[in-house]
């Protein structure tokens, strides 16, 4: 079944303590997105990875970090986590031909991360 | 920049016809404009994409003017299931990769 997954689905940790959110796609996508969701302010795009090695920030990156060394898996980095980082994080992968917004977005079933 | 924008939320009752508009007046040329619906607890899921005029799929339809400034997804006989939040997507101009989501319409389907 063609799918993304996300770990953990709900995390509850402090400030200042490094978590690690992952992401696994089995569709051979290129192109991967990590958004947060918060209330009243939609979906905001916070790096995308255009293909292994290639990633760039979206709109708000700042606290976060990103890695693509395989194809498949797009983790998401919180090096030191503080409470305006609570937020339901989803990741999302397309098969990157051609403009990213022209190419179906699939979707995990989101991270719930609150830091206390 | 592109930007997108939305109604914040619309209520219609089982049945109805629903249209939701997005204006996206920076849309680049090359650009579609890309629908998604999302429940409560769940990543959204794609509806429906279109480039120019008239979009049908089994679930939707996507209308787009001649100047693709705006973009209007119609959600046919809706029903209570159909209570979801609404985004419509596209590019942010100059990047092939980045990406503008609508800040969603909250639809509110009512017996």
């Known amino acids: 079944e063609a799918q993304v997954t996300q770990n953990p689905r709900y995390l509850i940790t402090v400030t200042g303590k490094k978590l690690t959110v992952t992401c696994s796609q089995n569709?051979?996508?290129?192109?991967m997105s990590w958004y947060r969701q918060d209330p009243g302010l939609g979906l905001r795009q916070i790096y995308y990875?255009?293909?292994?090695?290639?990633?760039d920030k979206g709109d708000v990156p700042e606290g976060y970090k990103v890695s693509r060394k395989e194809k498949r898996n797009f983790p998401l980095i919180l090096e030191s986590p503080s409470p305006n980082q609570t937020s339901l994080y989803f990741c999302?992968?397309?098969?990157?031909?051609?403009?990213?917004?022209?190419?179906?977005?699939?979707f995990g079933d989101g991270t719930r991360l609150s830091i206390l | 920049l592109a930007k997108t924008t939305q109604p914040i939320s619309m209520d219609s009752y089982e049945g109805q016809e629903v249209n939701i508009t997005c204006s996206h007046n920076?849309?680049?040329?090359?650009?579609?404009i890309t629908w998604y619906q999302q429940f409560p607890s769940q990543g959204p899921r794609f509806i429906i994409q279109?480039?120019?005029?008239?979009v049908t799929n089994e679930v939707a339809s996507l209308f787009i003017p001649a100047d693709r400034k705006s973009s209007t997804l119609s959600l046919p006989r809706v029903s209570l299931s159909d209570t979801a939040v609404y985004y419509c997507?596209?590019?942010?101009?100059?990047?092939?990769?980045?990406?503008?989501w609508g800040a969603g319409t909250k639809l509110i389907i009512k017996p």
């Open positions: 999302a992968s397309s098969l990157g031909v051609g403009r990213a917004s022209n190419q179906p977005q699939h």
């Open positions: 569709m051979n996508h290129e192109y």
């Open positions: 990875s255009m293909n292994v090695e290639v990633t």
């Open positions: 920076n849309i680049a040329t090359n650009d579609y």
């Open positions: 279109g480039y120019k005029t008239k």
């Open positions: 997507l596209v590019g942010a101009g100059d990047s092939n990769y980045q990406l503008i």
